[in-house]
């Protein structure tokens, strides 16, 4: 069974950071890629960011270009985001995803993960 589990979540004053961690099971690690997504408070759920499954190509979304840094271990099967510079508009809960093999969708449409963790909360206090 896929599982993947994230952490690392808290509250942190605004330029602070934080780093989420997101263990995967149940798959064959490195042959997939990983996202990360959030939702804040009346807002859709957002891609933040994607690794593929050799960490090569990684894409963010605009607003967190040059402060988060997406990673990924496959000997320890876990995918990090590390997250700097933090704006009280990066609060939300962070998840991340399997992305579906083979499937033609951009990077950041939810379409194409078909697994997800259960959140970790992100508060960024003014």
């Known amino acids: 069974e896929v599982q993947l589990v994230e952490s690392g979540g808290g509250l942190v004053q605004a330029g602070g950071s934080l780093r989420l961690s997101c263990a995967a099971s149940?798959?064959?690690?490195?042959?997939?890629?990983i996202g990360w997504f959030r939702q804040a408070p009346g807002k859709e759920r957002e891609g933040v960011s994607v690794?593929?499954?050799?960490?090569?190509?990684?894409f963010y979304a605009n607003s967190v270009k040059g402060r988060f840094t997406i990673s990924r271990d496959n000997v320890k099967n876990t995918v990090y985001l590390q997250m700097n510079s933090l704006k009280p508009e990066d609060t939300a809960v962070y998840y991340c995803a399997l992305r579906h093999p083979h499937i033609q969708a951009p990077w950041y449409a939810e379409v194409g993960y078909n697994y997800w963790g259960h959140g970790t909360q992100v508060t960024v206090s003014s």
């Open positions: 690794s593929d499954s050799s960490d090569v190509n990684t």
């Open positions: 149940g798959f064959t690690f490195d042959d997939y890629g």
